[in-house]
C-alpha cells in the first residue's frame, strides 16, 4: 500500500510539471518576485518557497556559506519552529560539498548512499533528532564574482523524489536567488552609506550651527580661512563692524577697510604667517562702518590635521583696541612730558644743590668758627679760672716758703712754733692745688681710677652719717633704696666724692632749710629713647638721683651747669668744679649724668652708672691695721725700684723711701727699669709713673715685669702706679690684684702708708703656693679630665671638674676664696675657653689661668700675653708637664711644700 501510494504521488507530480509550461511560468512569477525584493529574509524565503514548489520537496532551506558566533548554520524556509530543534549530523559532508562549490549534490535515498552513509545504525547516517529524510538536493547559490554565498537544500522522507528536471529547476531558482541577493545586499550597502552621510551631514549642520551661534556671541570679529589663507567665513561682528554686505568675503574686502598705510606691512606679515605655517599677531588700523579707522589686534592660529601636521585651516579673532592703543600713546606722551619736567627739575636741583653746598660749607665755616670762638671763650674761662685758684694758691705756698727762707736767713734767733705755721700754711695751699688737680682731671676724664664691683644701696647707707654732718640740722635727709637694684662698678672713692658734691650742691640751693632725698634705682634706656639723647647709650643703668626743694635752675644756668669754674654762687663760696667733676667721673667710668630743674621747683641730678653684667661675690673690705705710732716704715731688706721719668719727683720719691727704711733704686725709663729686675731678683716692689718715655708706659712694664716673674717661676712682683695726668696710659682703669695705686701729688705720710699696704698685702700667688686650696678644671673631654684629675691628685691638690663653662662659672662664683688656680681647655661646648678666662677675670682678678690647647704655643702666648695670670700648656701633656706649668705661675703643689 505504500508502495501504491508513493508511485500515484510521483506520477501526479510529474503530470503536473511534466510539460515544462508550468514550470516556466512559476520561474517567471518567481523572477518577478525576487527581483522586486530587497530585503534579504523575505528574499531568502520566497527563493525557498519556489523550490519546494518546483521540486516537490517535503522541506527546504537555505543556508548562508558563514557561521555566525555560536556556530549554528542560518536555517531559512521554513518556520523556525521546524528546525528549532534540528541537530547537525555528527558528519555534514553534504552540506561541506555544496558550500565549497564542489557542484549540485542529488541523492535518492541518502540512508544507501555510499559516501554519507557511513552509521547503518542505529540513524543510518543522521543525528539524533534529525527529520526523516530520504531524498535529498542541494544546489549552491553563487554572486556575480563566483562566490559561494550559501546553499538550497531541499528534502523528502521518501527515496527517488527528485530527477534531472528537478535539479535543473532549483538550478534555475539558486540562479535568481543569487541575483537577488547580490541586489538585495547592493541594496543595503547603499543604504547604510546613505543613512551614514545623513547622520554626517546632520551632524555637520549641527556644529556648524552651534560654531555660528558662538562665534556671533562673540564681541570680537571672528574668521577662518582654507590652508592658502582663502577667508571662507566671518561671522556677524565683521559685517556689523566694518558696514560691509555679507559677501564680502576676502582679501578684496579686507583690504577696503584696512588703512592704506597699515596695508602692506600686515599684508607681508600674514604672508610670513602663511609660508612659515607661524601664528599671527598684528595691530593695524580698521575702518569702521561710519568712516572712522580704529586700532584692532588680529590673531589667527594654524589648524593642523593630528596624523600629517600639515596646516588644514586657519582660525582668527580681530579685537577692537583703540582705546588701549590711545591710553599707551598718550601715557607715553605723559612719561616723555615727564622725563622732560624731571630733566628740568634735575637741573634746577643741581643748580640748587651747587648753591645749597656752598651754602652748607660756607655755614660749616661759620659755625667752625663760632665753635672755635666757643673754645676759646671756654678755654680763656678754664685757664682764668685756673690761673686765679692757682695764683691764689701759689701766692699762699710761695708767700709762707718766701717768710720761712728769709726768717731762717736772717741770721736771729729762729721761732719754731712760728716756721711750723708757716709751713703748714703752705702744706694746705699745696693740698688745696692737688685738690684742684684732680678735679680738673676728672672733668677732663684723665684721672686715674680703680673700679671695683659696688653695691650702690650699701654704699650710700654707709655715707649717711657723713651726709648728715655735711647738710646740716635744716636739711632733712630721706634715702629711698630700691630693693632689687643691680651690681654696677666705679671707683668707690670718687662715687663717694661725686654724691657728697651732690649733696653739697643741693645744701647750697636750699638756703633756707628744705628736704633732700637720695633715691636708688633701676633703668634701662632702649634704642628710641638713646635717639634723643645722643650722649647716652643704650643699656641697663644703676641710678643714685639726688633731689633737693631749693630755688632750682633756668634752662641757661641749666644749659651751662658742667662748664669748669662757672657757678651761680657768690666769689670765694665755691669753685665751679663740682658738677664738671661728677660729669667727667661717670663719662670716664661708662655712665651719664641727667639734670632736671626748674627755678623756684628744686633740682633733680641723677648718676647713671652701667650695670654690672656679671654678678660676683662682692670683695670683703678689710681695713688697714691701726699704726701706733706715726708712719709705717720698712726694712733695709725690701728692695724698691722707682720709676719715674722726672728727676725731681724720683730723687723726692727716693728720698722719702730711703727715710721709710728701704732699700731703693731709681730709673728713668722702662727699659733700664727692666734690666734692674734681671739683675735685681731681690725687688718686692716696683713703684712707677704710668707715663713714661720710650714707647712703653708704667702700666705694660709692670705687665711684662710680672709676667717675667712667673715665667722665671720667682714670687711675684707687686706693683705701686702713680700718675698726674695720664692721657694714653689708663685705659680701662682696672688693675692686677697685686697692682696698687697712689695719685700724686703725694705725701711723705701718703706714700709711707700705701707702699707699706702694697707689700704687706698677700698676693694671689703667695696665697696659693702656702695653701693649695682646690683646682678647678675645665675638660669636655672625658679622658682627657680623667687623666688630668688622677695627676693632680696625686700632687695631693684637691680637684672640681666641670664639662662646659657655664659648670665651671657656677662652681667659681660659689668656691671663689677656695679656688687656687683654674685649667681651661680652649675648646669647650657652649662657648670659647678664652671667653670664660675673661668671665673668670672679672670674677677674680688675681686668678691663675692655664689655659690648654692643641694649637701653637706661639699663637697662644701672644693672644694672652698681657695678662701676667695667665699660662698656656700646649696638649698633649703629661702629668709632670701639668704640674711645672702650674708652678710657673707661681702654683706650687701640697707634695712638694711638705716634702711628703
Not at 547622520?199 to 556644529?207: F, P, T
Not at 634746577?348 to 659755625?367: G, K, M, Q, S, Y
Not at 665753635?371 to 686765679?388: F, I
Request: some cysteine; glycine content about 8%; hydrophobic content about 40%.
Amino acid at each position: 500500500m505504500e508502495s501504491n501510494a508513493e508511485e500515484s504521488f510521483l506520477s501526479r507530480r510529474f503530470h503536473d510539471i511534466g510539460t515544462g509550461t508550468d514550470t516556466l511560468e512559476l520561474l517567471n512569477r518567481a523572477g518577478e518576485a525576487i527581483a522586486a525584493g530587497l530585503d534579504i529574509d523575505v528574499l531568502v524565503q520566497l527563493v525557498v518557497d519556489v523550490g519546494i514548489e518546483l521540486s516537490g520537496a517535503a522541506y527546504g532551506a537555505f543556508f548562508y556559506n558563514r557561521l555566525d558566533a555560536s556556530g549554528v548554520y542560518r536555517l531559512y524556509g521554513v518556520p523556525e519552529s521546524v528546525f528549532a530543534d534540528f541537530p547537525l549530523p555528527p558528519d555534514p559532508t553534504v552540506l561541506v560539498s555544496t558550500d565549497h562549490n564542489q557542484g549540485i549534490v542529488r541523492c535518492d535515498d541518502i540512508q544507501t548512499d555510499p559516501r554519507y552513509a557511513r552509521h547503518i545504525a542505529p540513524h543510518l547516517g543522521l543525528s539524533a533528532g534529525s527529520l526523516p529524510v530520504r531524498s535529498y538536493l542541494a544546489v549552491p547559490v553563487k554572486s556575480r564574482a563566483d562566490e559561494v554565498l550559501g546553499g538550497l537544500f531541499f528534502a523528502h522522507p521518501a527515496p527517488g523524489i527528485f530527477n534531472r528536471r528537478c535539479e535543473r529547476a532549483v538550478t534555475s531558482v539558486a540562479a535568481l536567488a543569487a541575483v537577488a541577493l547580490d541586489n538585495a545586499r547592493l541594496y543595503r550597502s547603499a543604504q547604510s552609506e546613505m543613512d551614514d552621510r545623513l547622520r554626517a551631514q546632520s551632524a555637520l549642520r549641527e556644529s556648524e550651527a552651534k560654531f555660528r551661534a558662538i562665534t556671533d556671541s562673540m564681541p570680537q570679529i571672528v574668521w577662518s580661512s582654507q590652508a592658502d589663507g582663502t577667508d571662507d567665513y566671518y561671522n556677524s561682528r565683521w559685517f556689523e563692524y566694518t558696514g560691509l554686505p555679507l559677501d564680502s568675503y576676502g582679501e578684496e574686502g579686507w583690504a577696503l577697510v584696512l588703512h592704506p598705510e597699515d596695508r602692506e606691512r600686515a599684508w607681508n606679515l600674514w604672508l610670513d604667517a602663511l609660508a612659515l605655517g607661524i601664528p599671527y599677531q598684528d595691530e593695524y588700523r580698521l575702518r569702521r562702518y561710519d568712516g572712522v579707522y580704529r586700532w584692532v589686534l588680529e590673531r589667527a592660529m594654524p589648524i593642523r590635521d593630528d596624523a600629517t601636521g600639515r596646516v588644514v585651516r586657519w582660525l582668527g579673532t580681530c579685537t577692537d583696541i583703540d582705546e588701549q592703543v590711545r591710553a599707551r600713546s598718550t601715557l607715553a606722551n605723559d612719561n616723555d612730558a615727564l622725563e622732560r619736567q624731571v630733566d628740568q627739575r634735575t637741573v634746577e636741583l643741581a643748580d640748587t644743590t651747587v648753591r645749597l653746598n656752598t651754602e652748607v660749607r660756607e655755614r660749616a665755616r661759620v659755625e667752625e668758627a663760632l665753635r672755635q670762638a666757643q673754645k676759646m671763650e671756654a678755654l680763656g674761662q678754664l685757664t682764668g679760672g685756673v690761673a686765679h685758684d692757682f695764683n691764689n694758691l701759689l701766692t699762699v705756698v710761695i708767700g709762707n716758703l718766701e717768710t720761712l727762707q728769709r726768717r731762717l736767713d736772717s741770721g736771729q734767733p729762729v721761732d719754731t712754733t712760728q716756721l711750723r705755721k708757716l709751713v703748714a700754711s703752705a702744706a694746705r695751699g699745696a693740698e688745696r692745688a692737688a685738690t684742684l688737680t684732680q678735679r680738673l682731671l676728672a672733668f677732663a676724664r684723665r684721672q686715674p681710677l680703680a673700679p671695683t664691683p659696688l653695691d650702690i644701696n650699701r654704699l650710700v647707707a654707709d655715707m649717711s652719717d657723713l651726709l648728715r654732718r655735711t647738710l646740716g640740722e635744716q636739711i632733712e635727709l630721706i634715702s629711698v633704696f630700691d630693693d632689687a637694684l643691680w651690681m654696677t662698678q666705679a671707683d668707690r672713692n670718687q662715687l663717694e666724692n661725686a654724691t657728697l658734691n651732690l649733696a653739697v650742691n643741693a645744701r647750697d640751693a636750699m638756703p633756707g632749710g628744705g628736704r633732700l632725698t637720695i633715691r636708688t634705682f633701676n633703668q634701662t634706656i632702649d634704642a628710641a629713647q638713646a635717639r634723643n639723647h645722643p650722649d647716652v647709650a643704650a643699656g641697663r643703668y644703676v641710678v643714685i638721683s639726688v633731689t633737693d626743694t631749693g630755688v632750682g635752675m633756668d634752662a641757661e644756668v641749666q644749659a651751662r651747669a658742667i662748664e669748669p669754674f662757672f657757678t651761680t654762687k657768690e666769689i670765694g663760696s665755691g669753685t665751679g668744679l663740682g658738677l664738671s667733676q661728677v660729669y667727667g667721673f661717670l663719662k670716664q667710668s661708662g655712665g651719664h649724668l641727667r639734670i632736671e630743674s626748674r627755678s623756684g621747683a628744686g633740682t633733680t641730678v641723677s648718676m647713671l652708672l652701667p650695670q654690672l653684667k656679671t654678678s660676683p661675690p662682692l670683695a670683703r673690705v678689710v681695713p688697714l691695721p691701726a699704726l701706733e705710732t706715726g708712719t709705717p716704715r720698712g726694712r733695709p731688706d725690701e728692695h724698691i725700684l722707682v720709676v719715674e721719668d722726672d728727676a725731681d719727683v724720683r730723687q723726692h720719691s727716693i728720698n722719702i723711701l730711703q727715710e721709710l727704711g728701704y732699700g731703693v733704686l731709681g730709673a728713668a725709663d722702662a727699659s733700664v727699669a727692666l734690666d734692674l729686675l734681671e739683675r735685681h731678683p731681690d725687688i718686692s716692689l716696683l713703684f712707677t709713673d704710668i707715663g713714661l718715655p720710650g714707647g712703653m708706659n708704667g702700666t705694660q712694664l709692670a705687665q711684662v715685669a710680672s709676667q717675667r716673674r712667673i715665667q722665671q717661676g720667682r714670687p711675684a712682683l707687686k706693683v705701686l702706679l702713680t700718675s698726674a695726668y695720664a692721657r694714653n696710659a689708663l685705659v680701662d682703669g682696672t688693675f692686677d690684684a697685686d697692682v696698687h695705686l697712689i695719685s700724686k701729688p703725694f705725701t711723705y705720710v701718703s706714700l709711707g702708708a700705701k707702699v707699706r699696704e702694697t707689700i704687706d698685702k698677700p698676693t694671689g700667688s703667695d696665697s696659693a703656693g702656702k695653701d693649695a686650696g682646690r683646682i678647678l678644671i675645665v675638660e669636655d673631654e672625658a679622658l682627657v679630665r680623667m687623666f688630668a684629675v688622677d695627676s693632680l691628685e696625686d700632687e695631693g691638690f684637691q680637684v672640681e671638674q666641670a664639662e662646659n663653662g657655664a659648670q665651671a662659672l657656677a662652681l667659681l662664683t660659689a668656691l671663689n676664696p677656695q679656688i687656687g688656680a683654674v685649667i681651661v681647655d680652649l675648646g669647650l661646648p657652649d662657648r670659647p675657653g678664652d671667653q670664660i678666662a675673661a668671665e673668670m677675670r672679672q670674677l677674680r682678678a688675681d686668678l691663675p689661668i692655664l689655659i690648654a690647647s692643641g694649637r701653637s704655643e706661639k699663637e697662644l702666648r701672644e693672644r694672652f700675653s698681657l695678662d701676667g695670670r695667665v699660662g698656656i700648656m700646649v696638649k698633649p701633656f703629661t702629668g709632670p708637664m701639668l704640674i711645672a706649668a702650674l708652678e710657673q705661675l707661681g702654683i706650687r703643689s701640697p707634695r712638694a711644700l711638705t716634702g711628703k
